[in-house]
C-alpha cells in the first residue's frame, strides 16, 4: 500500500515523499510485535492518517534511523534514511509538521 509522506511548515508544504509501506510494516512487525521500540512508527496506518509534531520529529528521526540499522532489506533501509532525512529537515522549523497520509 503506498503512502504519501509530507514535510508542512507555517508556509506550507515543504518537502515529502510517496513510497510503498508493506515492507516497512512488515518489517516494523517483524522486528517489534508489541511496538515498544519504534512506538512512533507503530502510529503509521497506511490506510490512515498520522500526524507528527516538531516535537516528536527528532524521536521519530532516531526511531527512523534505528529500523535502517535493524535491517537488510535495502528498501525499508532507504525509506527510512530518506524520512529521517526529512526529520531532520523539519528540526530546522519551529513549526514543522510531518504528515503520514494514507490511502
Not at 515523499?17 to 503509521?44: G, K, R
Not at 490512515?48 to 516535537?55: I, N, V
Amino acid at each position: 500500500m503506498a503512502i504519501t509522506i509530507e514535510l508542512w511548515s507555517g508556509n506550507g508544504l515543504v518537502d515529502g515523499a510517496e513510497h510503498w509501506w508493506d515492507d516497512v510494516e512488515a518489517t516494523l512487525y517483524s522486528l517489534d510485535p508489541t511496538q515498544e521500540l519504534y512506538p512512533l512508527l507503530s502510529q503509521v496506518d497506511p490506510y490512515g492518517d498520522a500526524t507528527f509534531t516538531q516535537s516528536q520529529l527528532q524521536a521519530l528521526g532516531e526511531e527512523l534511523r534505528q529500523l535502517a540499522g535493524a535491517t537488510s532489506r535495502a528498501s525499508v533501509v532507504a525509506i527510512s534514511r530518506e524520512l529521517a532525512d526529512l526529520c531532520t529537515k523539519g528540526l530546522e522549523d519551529g513549526s514543522s509538521e510531518l504528515r503520514f497520509v494514507g490511502d
